[in-house]
């Protein structure tokens, strides 16, 4: 009897003791890496089953059945929301930047309020530099105003490479359209080769540099390179053999 006893006391202190929250061992908080594999598998997940209904939809159209409405995008509003969610979890680091940015990038109703913070937190992160390819196209995400302020932060960065796209975003239509010998042209060009200089990512710099490049080479009043090949009849020509006429070119490819 006693020793029955015993053993009842023992198991009943061995379950009270593992459901003690002093001695239990705390779940393993999950890394910024793995929340970002995470979302990125609910990103193709969630596009997946949208090329699904959208092939479907098709389907149904080709048969004359009736055609479900479908949106010309997935839905990542709740992949979006959970980004939020882990960029707060790593706020105050620069692991919440890249949360931050997916959001910027899936989500436009959300969009403005990700680079709020951004720009609150983050601006002199290096990891914002990740944001630059999108500058130019800002305006399109948010209003004008406020692509226009948020430029004007990021110009003010500590991180030389953030500041570098922000001067690319600036002065990129300028190299593009104004006259060549405008001082608008050559106000942007200078700014941007003293850019190219400056910045630590190489790509960037490369990426300035051809800018500039394709429009002294390649712009409208620039003299064409001289393209040579074999028309339909195997015969050899030259471009500069239609010199003074027009020339219609059609560039095309099949995938």
């Not at 239990?24 to 598998?41: G, I, V």
């Not at 796209?165 to 080769?193: C, M, P, V």
Request: aromatic residues 8%.
């Amino acid at each position: 009897m006693k020793t029955a006893l015993f053993l009842a006391g023992s198991l009943l202190l061995g379950t009270i003791a593992a459901q003690d929250p002093v001695t239990s061992k705390p779940d393993k908080k999950a890394t910024a890496a793995e929340r970002m594999q995470e979302l990125a598998k609910l990103r193709r997940d969630a596009f997946t089953k949208w090329r699904e209904e959208t092939t479907k939809a098709r389907d149904a159209a080709e048969d004359g059945g009736a055609v479900k409405a479908i949106s010309m995008r997935p839905d990542y509003g709740p992949i979006a929301d959970k980004a939020l969610q882990y960029a707060k979890e790593f706020a105050g680091t620069d692991d919440a930047v890249q949360f931050l940015l997916m959001v910027v990038n899936m989500d436009q109703k959300r969009a403005k309020g990700a680079i709020e913070t951004l720009l609150s937190d983050h601006v002199d992160s290096p990891e914002l530099a990740k944001m630059g390819r999108m500058l130019p196209f800002l305006d399109r995400v948010v209003d004008e105003e406020f692509a226009a302020r948020a430029l004007d932060k990021l110009l003010k960065s500590k991180s030389v490479d953030v500041r570098g796209w922000a001067q690319f975003a600036k002065h990129g239509a300028t190299i593009e359209n104004a006259d060549r010998d405008s001082d608008a042209y050559k106000t942007a060009k200078a700014a941007l080769l003293v850019t190219a200089e400056q910045v630590a990512d190489k790509g960037l710099a490369q990426q300035i540099r051809g800018a500039i490049e394709e429009r002294e080479k390649f712009g409208v009043g620039c003299t064409a390179p001289d393209i040579e090949g074999v028309d339909l009849d195997g015969v050899a020509f030259k471009l500069s053999d239609y010199r003074g006429k027009v020339i219609f070119l059609d560039f095309w490819g099949d995938w």
